[in-house]
């Protein structure tokens, strides 16, 4: 497992930094002018390699786990970042969601932090998503019911509707499978069974919340045409886009740069594809010039080393 931890949280944090100079950009425009290196200033006026919110949480995230499952100081550190900035780029933030900022809001209050993300069904953008990959190395050996039941917490601390929760572990279960050396596609098939199978049963989960997930769960969604898959911050779009990018590339720059070009929320699709296309590929296949170019290397390098050591 030698150097996971760091494939996967660099490869988050370089997706991000790829997608911030040309979020709310649209595809047309993407396509006239395709983001094929790291970039500066643009949509937020940001120097090279910064990255966003969807880094900053996945940091912070990570940095608990370091120490323990504590949900009260995850969502502790989640009110440093925002109000702090802690696990910023440059000590401030520039990038932060609605749903993210009103649980924030609550957790500061004192409420319990599993039960401050918006349970509507308007509370689904993509915000706990782009920041969970942390969680795999603490669920990794737990039961597939444990995990369920870790990942809804995790969510749930900024997002808790159902929806997201579930967006969350198909994302988790896929790179579980990967990150314990299975093949992209051959993964990509077993999860769907097993999620299928898990979700059936579970109470918490409606057949009509089930069907908002058709394309990935009973269709192949590596299938579907570029113009059939969208790139919003609706977080069942974030999913099929990051999961469409990983299984139709060959490489992580490939994915990452697929992902960002799909325009939109350029900054989370990227986050996101980027810790898949990370743990699968490996660190060394994330171009050299990308490592160096992000800001805060060597903090999110120590950090990563630590997380390795708590949980390999």
């Known amino acids: 497992m030698k150097n996971k931890v760091k494939a996967g949280i660099m490869g988050v944090c370089i997706g991000d930094a790829l997608g911030v100079p040309v979020e709310f950009k649209g595809r047309e425009y993407l396509k006239r002018f395709p983001v094929t290196e790291m970039q500066e200033f643009g949509s937020h006026n940001q120097p090279k390699g910064t990255w966003s919110d969807d880094s900053s949480l996945t940091l912070c995230l990570a940095e608990v786990l370091t120490k323990e499952y504590d949900l009260k100081k995850i969502g502790e550190s989640f009110v440093k970042w925002s109000k702090y900035g802690h696990w910023t780029a440059h000590g401030k933030v520039f990038d932060i969601g609605i749903s993210t900022r009103q649980a924030i809001q609550k957790i500061s209050k004192g409420y319990p932090a599993q039960l401050c993300g918006g349970t509507s069904e308007f509370d689904n953008g993509n915000g706990s998503l782009m920041r969970i990959l942390p969680l795999l190395f603490y669920i990794k050996d737990l039961s597939l019911e444990i995990r369920f039941d870790k990942i809804k917490d995790i969510s749930s601390i900024t997002h808790g509707h159902i929806r997201s929760v579930i967006a969350c572990f198909i994302y988790l279960e896929f790179l579980l ?136």
């Open 177 to 312: 499978d990967v990150l314990n050396g299975t093949e992209k596609f051959e993964a990509y098939q077993k999860i769907k069974l097993r999620i299928k199978d898990f979700l059936d049963y579970n109470p918490v989960c409606s057949q009509s919340e089930m069907d908002i997930f058709e394309r990935i769960l009973n269709k192949n969604i590596f299938e579907y045409n570029e113009d059939q898959i969208y790139s919003s911050g609706y977080v069942v779009h974030s999913l099929e886009a990051s999961l469409w990018c990983f299984l139709n590339s060959e490489s992580y720059s490939e994915a990452v740069l697929k992902a960002v070009n799909l325009g939109e929320d350029t900054d989370t699709t990227g986050a996101i594809t980027g810790g898949l296309a990370g743990i699968y590929y490996g660190f060394e296949n994330i171009p050299q010039e990308w490592v160096d170019e992000l800001v805060r290397k060597d903090d999110i390098e120590t950090l990563c080393e630590k997380l390795n050591h708590k949980y390999f």
